[in-house]
């Protein structure tokens, strides 16, 4: 166990719907990072939130959003899914100048 | 800005060495190394700051050459467990964000 919990390991949708990812990061990591990996791609990242706030987006689609809740756990929503947002979605949580914990990841598909 | 990694696989027998090399087109302030095995996630191996900077353990270390923007991991005697697939990442000073190479597939056979 990373100590960083994402919720849930899996999940199967249709195309058109909407999804929420959880993810609650390692006890006093205030930053938390989302990460979308397609099938044997590197990691791509999408936002970040510090405490709190939106610290930086990657090539997050407008179809995407995330927030980081004042208990620092966070959510990413994916909307008006595609058959190419089928990946493996990865919260990671780290300390300023330390290495990420990655959580064991949400395994989208959409059919 | 995405970093370059060579090379993109590597198939080694138990006991030999690998060199992964992870290259950036900007200033890096930082680099971190990542091995993920396959359905699981990333894990964190080592960060390096300092430009000339080498540090790991005794079997694997890394290098930052931060007037090339480059960096090196180094595994030495590899082990089975070494298998799996390397991912550098790359930080630019006020960027916030850790941006991941492709990634080296490194495959150990007894």
């Known amino acids: 166990d990373s100590g960083v919990t994402q919720t849930p390991k899996h999940l199967i949708t249709a195309t058109g719907q909407r999804v929420t990812l959880r993810c609650s990061p390692r006890?006093?990591?205030?930053?938390v990072y989302w990460y979308q990996q397609s099938l044997d791609q590197g990691l791509q990242f999408l936002i970040q939130?510090?405490?709190?706030?939106?610290?930086a987006k990657g090539n997050i689609l407008e179809r995407f959003s995330a927030q980081q809740f004042p208990d620092l756990h966070s959510e990413l929503n994916l909307s008006s899914l595609e058959l190419g947002d089928s990946a493996l979605y990865f919260c990671?949580?780290?300390?300023?100048?330390?290495?990420?914990?990655f959580g064991s990841g949400t395994r989208l598909t959409v059919v | 800005q995405q970093p370059v990694q060579s090379p993109q696989a590597v198939i080694l027998r138990e006991g030999e060495d690998a060199v992964i090399n992870c290259s950036s087109s900007?200033?890096?302030?930082?680099v971190h190394w990542y091995r993920q095995k396959h359905g699981e996630a990333p894990v964190f191996l080592m960060i390096?700051?300092?430009?000339?900077e080498q540090k790991g353990h005794e079997k694997i270390s890394a290098s930052f050459n931060e007037k090339k923007q480059q960096s090196s991991l180094y595994l030495t005697a590899s082990q089975l467990s070494y298998s799996g697939t390397y991912f550098c990442?790359?930080?630019?000073?006020?960027?916030?964000?850790?941006?991941f190479g492709q990634g080296t597939r490194l495959t150990i056979n007894p």
């Open positions: 990671a949580s780290s300390v300023q100048g330390l290495g990420y914990t």
């Open positions: 006890s006093g990591d205030l930053s």
């Open positions: 939130y510090y405490n709190g706030e939106e610290r």
């Open positions: 900007k200033a890096l302030y930082s």
């Open positions: 390096l700051l300092k430009g000339g």
């Open positions: 990442g790359t930080e630019i000073r006020g960027a916030q964000k850790l941006v």
